[in-house]
């Protein structure tokens, strides 16, 4: 299967950005981990590992996306297990300069080797790399056509916006 002339499905709203397009699986998370986000996450992995072939499954972590806790990090680890045999390799981006994105990179390589899928995996600083590496594992025709779809989706969220903090006087 290849990406060129496919139409990429897209969602994105409510911090998650969901890219299905040939044989990825991308998502981008602008916000944090949690249920009903990890949710669309899961369903759209579980449809494309079940196509024939299978899929890779693209993970890119914005810097302002909070880490899972215990049970979502469980969750997400299930979710690699059971694509079984249709996962053909996961790519993590953790976008970000400096020492905190040193940190979550680190983080999440250690839980990688101490749990590992199936499939081969690797992570990475920035999409391109990614991308590139993906196509070693699945047939993309196309990588700038999954990078663009990725940065049009990623452009229908707005800005991330914490949430104010409560002044202490």
Request: some cysteine; charged content about 20%.
């Amino acid at each position: 299967m290849n990406s060129a002339g496919t139409r990429a499905q897209v969602h994105a709203a409510d911090g998650l950005v969901v890219v299905t397009l040939g044989t990825t699986c991308a998502v981008v998370w602008r916000s944090g981990v949690i249920p009903c986000r990890f949710e669309r996450q899961r369903e759209a992995l579980h449809e494309a590992v079940r196509r024939p072939g299978g899929a890779s499954f693209l993970c890119i972590i914005e810097p302002t996306s909070t880490p899972p806790d215990a049970e979502m990090r469980k969750a997400s680890m299930d979710m690699l297990d059971a694509c079984g045999d249709g996962l053909r390799c996961v790519a993590a981006v953790v976008e970000g300069a400096g020492f905190p994105a040193a940190v979550v990179r680190g983080a999440l390589t250690g839980i990688m080797l101490l749990r590992p899928v199936r499939c081969p995996t690797c992570v990475f600083s920035s999409i391109s790399p990614a991308v590139a590496w993906i196509g070693k594992y699945v047939l993309t025709d196309d990588a700038h056509h999954l990078m663009r779809a990725i940065d049009d989706a990623r452009a229908r969220l707005p800005p991330y916006v914490p949430p104010e903090r409560s002044s202490r006087r």
